[in-house]
């Protein structure tokens, strides 16, 4: 039979506040609102990355860029273009 451990009023407040501390913190980071993802075009990725849109389009075929379309646009996700950049050694 498991044995009861029985909490002063003190332990039993630090406990709750502990808790509490930590149901806020996993509250605002799980239900914060999502910043929206920024979509860019061929022209804005390469002004981004200093390119020619040349090398926006073949760097799309090769993969090293995502693209996503809707109708005959093309666009790019921000942070997915950041993310391609490497650090080099």
Sequence with gaps: MAELNF?????LKDQLQ???????TKLKTE?????PEE????NEVAKLLKIN????DR???????NRYGIGD?????????????????
Excluded: A
């Design 31 to 35: 239900f914060q609102p999502k910043k």
């Design 53 to 56: 849109v040349n090398t926006v």
């Design 18 to 24: 502990n808790f509490e501390s930590s149901l806020i």
């Design 59 to 65: 760097w799309s075929k090769i993969g090293k860029l």
């Design 73 to 89: 646009r093309i666009f790019y996700k921000r942070t997915e273009v950041e993310e391609s950049i490497t650090r080099l050694k």
């Design 7 to 11: 909490l002063n009023k003190e332990e």
């Design 39 to 42: 979509f860019l075009t061929r």
